[in-house]
C-alpha cells in the first residue's frame, strides 16, 4: 500500500511568523470564539496561575456570601469564649512563692549548684500543678440558683445555689459569687469544700435587698484555690433570674385610721350572706329555699343548702398619689433673679447660677424619690395591719387600684401592686379617685425642697397623720412640695348614707 505523500503548503500562505503573529496580534472583532480555548492552552504558566488564583479567590467570596449564617455563628462562638475566659490571678501567697522561686533561680544561676537548681524545678512544678488542678477543679462545673417566692425590703431573704459536678472526679475549694445586675462583687458567698464525681451539693446565703421592685440576677462568679493556694482560677457563668421585692413593712397603728369602723373585731371569715360559698350543710328549719343545692340533695336524697361566707363590712382605701412634680422652677425663678447680675458679671456668672440651679434641681428629686418610697412602705405597713385587724383593703393610685383583699387571705396581691408601682409626670396625671362607703385614707408625699433648706434646717423624715370624718371631695390635687421630706396622711370616712358623700364621689 502506497503512502500518501505529505502536503506542502507554500510559503506565503502562512509562515510560523504569520502564524505566531496572528495569535498574540489584537483580536478581531470576526474572529471565531472557539479560537480562545488555544489561546489559553498557549498562554504563558504565570497567565494560567493568576487566573487561578482569581477564580479560587471568586469561589471562596460566593461560598462566604451565600451562607452569612455560618459566618455569624463562628463570630457569636469567639465571642462567647471570650466572654468566658477564666480569670487568672496570684493570691497574696502566691506572690510570695513567685518572689522566692525567682532569688532561688538567681542564687541557682550564679553558683551553679546542682542542689539549687532541684529546689528551682521543684517550686516551678508546684506552680504548674497548682494551674493544672485548678482547671480541673472548674471543669464542667454548673451552677443553679433557687429564689425565694417573695422577698421584702430590709428583711434578709434566703437563696440557694446548687453545684453539679459533671466530670468523673471531684470538685474541690469552689467559691461561688452571686451576682445581681450592675453588681461587680457581693458581700455573701456559698463555699462548696467538695462535690464528689457525678454529684450537686446545695448551699444558701441571705440577701438583704434595698429596694423594691424586680431584682434581675446576671451571672455567677465560680472561684478556686485548690490546692495550694497559690493560684486563684475564676469562671463567669451566666445564670439570669428575677425576683420581686416587696415594700417594707413596719408596725403602724391602723385604729386610728379605722376608728370604731362597723364590722372591726369580727372574725375574719364568718357565715351569713355573700358572694363566696363556704361549703354545705343539712337543711334546717328556717333556711331560705333559694339556696338548697338540689343537685346534691337529689344525690344524697336529703336537703342539703349551701352555706355562705359574709363580707367584711370594714373596708379600707388607701390612696397613694404617685404624681412626680418637675424640679426645675429653682433654676428658672434663681436665673430670673439673678438676671442683671448676670448681664454685668458675663458668662462665668450665668454658668454658675446654672450649674447651682441644676444641683439643687437634682437634691430635690432625689429627696421626693426617697419621700415617695416613705409612702409606699407606709401603704404596705398599713395593708398589711388593716388585714390582721379584720377588714378588706385596697390601694388605689391615679393610674389603677389593686385587687381587694379580703380579711384572712394574704396580702401578696397589694404588695405585689406596690412592688411594680412607678411614678408619673404630674402635668399628665389622671385624677385620684376614692369610691363610695369606705374608709379613705390619703397618702401624699412632701418634701423639702433645696431652696427651703438652705435657709432653715428641716426636721428628720415623719409621719403625720390628722383623722377626720368629713365629706372631702373625692379628686385629690398634685403634690406641692413641703418644708420637711415627710408623708402627710388624711383620714376620711365616706358612707352611702350621706347625699353630699356620694354626689362628690360620683
Given at each position: 500500500m502506497a503512502e500518501p505523500e505529505p502536503r506542502v503548503f507554500p510559503a506565503s500562505a502562512a509562515s510560523p511568523e504569520t502564524a505566531?503573529?496572528?495569535?498574540t496580534g489584537p483580536r478581531s472583532p470576526e474572529r471565531d470564539p472557539d479560537s480562545s480555548a488555544a489561546v489559553d492552552e498557549d498562554a504563558p504558566g504565570e497567565a494560567n496561575e493568576g487566573r487561578a488564583r482569581r477564580e479560587k479567590t471568586a469561589k471562596k467570596e460566593k461560598k462566604s456570601a451565600s451562607n452569612p449564617k455560618k459566618k455569624t455563628s463562628k463570630t457569636r462562638k469567639n465571642t462567647s469564649k471570650k466572654r468566658r475566659r477564666r480569670a487568672f490571678r496570684f493570691t497574696r501567697e502566691g506572690k510570695m512563692f513567685l518572689a522566692v522561686t525567682f532569688g532561688v533561680g538567681l542564687a541557682a544561676v550564679n553558683t551553679g549548684n546542682n542542689l539549687l537548681y532541684l529546689v528551682l524545678g521543684l517550686m516551678l512544678s508546684l506552680l504548674l500543678v497548682s494551674g493544672?488542678?485548678?482547671?480541673?477543679?472548674?471543669?464542667r462545673a454548673k451552677v443553679e440558683r433557687v429564689l425565694p417566692k417573695r422577698a421584702q425590703v430590709g428583711r434578709p431573704s434566703v437563696i440557694s445555689l446548687r453545684l453539679t459536678n459533671d466530670k468523673p472526679v471531684p470538685a474541690y475549694a469552689v467559691e461561688i459569687e452571686d451576682l445581681a445586675l450592675d453588681e461587680d462583687h457581693a458581700d455573701r458567698r456559698c463555699f462548696f469544700l467538695k462535690v464528689a464525681a457525678r454529684g450537686e451539693q446545695t448551699a444558701t446565703y441571705r440577701r438583704v435587698p434595698t429596694r423594691r421592685g424586680w431584682l434581675r440576677f446576671e451571672r455567677m462568679m465560680l472561684r478556686t484555690r485548690y490546692p495550694f493556694g497559690l493560684i486563684e482560677k475564676g469562671w463567669p457563668q451566666r445564670v439570669p433570674g428575677e425576683l420581686l421585692v416587696y415594700p417594707a413593712v413596719v408596725p403602724v397603728d391602723v385604729r386610728r385610721i379605722l376608728g370604731g369602723a362597723e364590722g372591726l373585731g369580727t372574725?375574719?371569715?364568718?357565715?351569713?350572706?355573700?358572694?363566696e360559698i363556704d361549703g354545705l350543710?343539712?337543711?334546717r328549719e328556717g333556711d331560705e329555699a333559694r339556696s338548697i343545692h338540689w343537685r346534691r340533695s337529689a344525690a344524697l336524697d336529703r336537703l342539703v343548702v349551701r352555706e355562705h361566707t359574709a363580707e367584711a363590712r370594714a373596708r379600707l382605701t388607701l390612696l397613694l398619689d404617685e404624681a412626680r412634680p418637675s424640679f426645675d422652677g429653682f433654676a428658672e425663678s434663681a436665673g430670673s433673679a439673678a438676671d442683671e447680675a448676670v448681664r454685668s458679671a458675663g458668662s462665668a456668672a450665668d454658668e454658675a447660677v446654672r450649674s447651682a440651679g441644676s444641683a439643687a434641681d437634682e437634691a430635690d428629686a432625689a429627696a421626693w424619690d426617697e419621700a415617695f418610697e416613705v409612702a409606699v412602705s407606709e401603704a404596705a405597713s398599713l395593708a398589711h395591719a388593716a388585714l390582721e385587724a379584720g377588714a378588706a383593703v385596697e390601694v388605689r393610685t391615679r393610674r389603677g387600684a389593686s385587687a381587694l383583699v379580703l380579711p384572712g387571705s394574704p396580702a401578696d396581691p397589694i404588695f405585689r401592686f406596690l412592688a411594680l408601682l412607678e411614678t408619673i409626670p404630674s402635668h399628665d396625671a389622671p385624677p385620684l379617685t376614692a369610691p363610695r362607703g369606705s374608709v379613705v385614707h390619703r397618702i401624699a408625699v412632701s418634701f423639702g425642697s433645696a431652696q427651703s433648706t438652705s435657709t432653715s434646717k428641716s426636721p428628720s423624715p415623719s409621719t403625720s397623720a390628722s383623722a377626720s370624718p368629713?365629706?372631702?371631695?373625692?379628686?385629690s390635687p398634685s403634690t406641692s412640695p413641703s418644708t420637711s421630706p415627710s408623708t402627710s396622711t388624711s383620714t376620711s370616712t365616706s358612707t352611702s348614707s350621706s347625699a353630699s358623700s356620694s354626689s362628690e364621689a360620683e
Open positions: 505566531r503573529g496572528d495569535r493544672t488542678l485548678s482547671d480541673v477543679a472548674l471543669w372574725p375574719d371569715r364568718r357565715l351569713g350572706r355573700g358572694a350543710r343539712e337543711h368629713s365629706t372631702s371631695p373625692s379628686t
